[in-house]
Antibody, heavy 119, light 107 residues
Framework: EVQLVQSGAEVIEPGESLRISCQGSGYSFTNYWIAWVRQMPGKGLEWMGTINPSDSDISYSPSFQGHVTFSADMSISTAYLQWSSLKASGTAMYFC????????????WGQGTTVTVSS | EIVLTQSPGTLSLSPGERATLSCRASQRISSSNLAWYQQKPGQAPRLLIHGASSRATGIPDRFSGSGSGTDFTLTISRLEPEDFAMYYCQQYGRSPTFGPGTKVDVK
């Protein structure tokens, strides 16, 4: 079964750093890009950017450039989304999703990781 | 950035009725790089339609997509109880964007 499994919910304080993960299985991980999508509480979907795990080619949405970092470890079929210092506005559900090319739809999604930033 | 507008914001219908959802782009979308996703509360989005009109694997044929250029439509021919959900359109060109969504709820 093709699936993306994301790491568990996180509760952190403002200013802390965080890395969440997305592990692929059931397919060749390096053949697909991994996109990250934010969904703030009660709101819609926002594309944050995407990474090619085979060569770490990355495209960030201008809205998220400089605020997040994508990375990937091919050896364990895992992509990461990282913040160096989160604000309360970072509270959201974060999804990863695979797509075959940069002009392909997102056909398989992770279950989402809830991040709560609160003091 | 291509801005997508969806209408209506909410569509209140009964099971068995036909649903027609609209997605309009601020500029022409090349190669019909337009997808529709369904999202239920607490779940990840699910790909329904890609290439404006091609159903994704396993999607029932009551879902259909149409349109080109800047105007696209998702039609659900006969609503089943499990179809009441949020629907998003997305253009997946160079810098993907999503529409704000249409909620299909029970009348």
């Amino acid at each position: 079964e093709v699936q993306l499994v994301q790491s568990g919910a996180e509760v952190i304080e403002p200013g802390e750093s965080l890395r969440i993960s997305c592990q692929g299985s059931g397919y060749s991980f390096t053949n697909y890009w991994i996109a990250w999508v934010r969904q703030m509480p009660g709101k819609g979907l926002e594309w944050m950017g995407t990474i090619n795990p085979s060569d770490s080619d990355i495209s960030y949405s201008p809205s998220f450039q400089g605020h997040v970092t994508f990375s990937a470890d091919m050896s364990i079929s895992t992509a990461y989304l990282q913040w160096s210092s989160l604000k309360a506005s970072g509270t959201a559900m974060y999804f990863c999703a695979r797509h075959y090319t940069t002009s392909s739809p997102m056909d398989v999604w992770g279950q989402g990781t809830t991040v709560t930033v609160s003091s | 950035e291509i801005v997508l507008t969806q209408s209506p914001g909410t569509l209140s219908l009964s099971p068995g009725e036909r649903a027609t959802l609209s997605c309009r782009a601020s500029q022409r979308i090349s190669s019909s790089n337009l997808a529709w996703y369904q999202q239920k509360p607490g779940q990840a989005p699910r790909l329904l339609i890609h290439g404006a009109s091609s159903r994704a694997t396993g999607i029932p044929d009551r879902f259909s997509g149409s349109g080109s250029g800047t105007d696209f439509t998702l039609t659900i021919s006969r609503l089943e109880p499990e179809d009441f959900a949020m629907y998003y359109c997305q253009q997946y060109g160079r810098s993907p964007t999503f529409g704000p969504g249409t909620k299909v709820d029970v009348k």
